[in-house]
């Protein structure tokens, strides 16, 4: 699906300026084209919305997370954050990275560690913890098999 960010004001973030009256066209999740309105060629089939008096900005990416609840995943792309580095992961952060990213849920892309690897006693309920060499690789592999992108 093609989309027409129409006469809106674009903050591009490599200096401080705004870049008024341009037309930004996105081809599903990636932008294919960016400039000003008197220029743009946008596609017949695109769906228009008039970004006059409004702002565009990249998406915002938090890289030290720890969304509670599926309304927190809303929360977050409601104030521009995209992406969300997720460092307390649990079963449902995988079920919810997955769910975001078939289009199921509503929320930024998800990047979520395991369980913290901790030492012993661990700091929290859920932690793994860990002295031995042996018990540091086990974590990480039982990290791995849970389906988690990084460890903590």
């Known amino acids: 699906m093609t989309t027409a960010f129409e006469n809106v004001s674009v903050v591009p973030m490599d200096s401080e ?11 599903g999740d990636r932008i294919s ?12 089939d695109a769906e228009r919305i008039d970004g006059r008096g409004k702002y565009l900005i990249p998406g915002l990416a ?3 997370s720890h969304p509670a609840d599926e309304d927190d995943l809303l929360l ?3 104030h521009g954050v995209t992406t969300i580095r997720n460092l307390f992961g649990m079963p449902r952060h995988v079920r919810w990275r997955e769910r975001v990213a ?8 998800i990047v979520t560690s395991g369980p913290v690897v901790d030492g012993r006693p661990p700091r929290s309920n859920g932690n793994f913890s860990v002295v031995t060499r042996e018990e540091a690789i086990a974590a990480v592999e039982q ?10």
């Open 76 to 78: 977050l792309v409601t």
């Open 143 to 152: 990290t791995k098999r849970g389906g988690y992108d990084c460890v903590k």
């Open 62 to 64: 938090d890289m030290h």
């Open 102 to 109: 078939a289009g199921q849920l509503l929320g930024p892309r």
């Open 33 to 44: 084209w960016i400039g000003p309105t008197a220029e743009a060629e946008v596609p017949a």
């Open 17 to 27: 300026r705004v870049l008024a009256d341009q037309t930004v066209v996105a081809d």
